[in-house]
């Protein structure tokens, strides 16, 4: 089973709004990602993961903020968007962080700002 | 930096031709190269992969053969079909966990 499941499909909220995007795996991966995908564009690096402690964050602004509770869940809070954050929201986990580690994708979040 | 060079598209193709989608990298180290395949409201799914040199990865028909002389992962497949009608994207990864993208490479295939 390589499957990392994604809610909600889709999001809609304004910009006061504080909403959460989940990701799950029981793959029992120990490395877990957030993207960030624009129409027509491949996807971007926004957090790593690595043993549920934050490896890499790319310099994302501070209205979204991660949070590993445990191995398998990944969470991506919300607060505070710009219509420019308007996206599909990609989670990713694999096995480590060895370049070998395949990734494997969810099917996203498909977010929009008002 | 890491980065990947896939060729521009869109690409059109009539059923059953054959596809090639050049791919090529800059990279310090050794990565691993993947292809993924991307449906149109959808997640990405992974293709195929080689993790060292001269290997071939392969799936549904699907091939790429990691050169490093050339510094080239190229996607090729025999015979397309409807179905194969997607985005793909060439993609490196090095240790520490990051990945590097190509642009994408939107593939339509009419009967």
């Known amino acids: 089973d390589t499957e990392v499941t994604q809610t909600p499909k889709h999001l809609v909220m304004g910009m006061t709004n504080k909403k959460s995007l989940k990701c799950e795996q029981h793959m029992g991966h120990r490395a877990m990602y957030w993207y960030k995908q624009k129409a027509k564009k491949p996807p971007e690096l926004m957090f790593v993961y690595s043993y549920e402690k934050l490896s890499i964050n790319e310099s994302v602004p501070s209205r979204f903020s991660p949070e590993c509770p445990n191995s398998s869940l990944l969470n991506l809070h919300l607060h505070a968007l710009q219509p420019e954050d308007s996206a599909l929201y990609l989670c990713?986990?694999?096995?480590?962080?060895?370049?070998?580690?395949?990734?494997?994708f969810g099917p996203g979040t498909r977010l929009t700002v008002l | 930096g890491d980065s990947v060079t896939q060729m521009e598209g869109p690409v059109t193709l009539s059923e059953e031709a054959f596809l090639t989608i050049n791919c090529t990298y800059t990279?310090?180290?050794?990565?691993?190269l993947f292809w993924y395949v991307q449906y149109p409201g959808e997640g990405l799914q992974l293709l195929l992969k080689?993790?060292?040199?001269?290997d071939k990865g392969s799936n549904k028909g699907f091939e790429a053969t990691y050169r490093k002389e050339t510094t080239s992962f190229h996607l090729e497949k025999g015979s397309v079909q409807v179905s194969d009608s997607a985005v793909y994207f060439c993609a490196l990864k090095g240790n520490a966990g990051k990945s590097t993208f190509g642009d994408g490479t939107t593939l339509t295939v009419k009967p």
């Open positions: 080689a993790t060292k040199a001269d």
């Open positions: 990279a310090t180290g050794y990565p691993s």
């Open positions: 990713a986990s694999s096995r480590g962080l060895a370049d070998t580690d395949t990734q494997y």
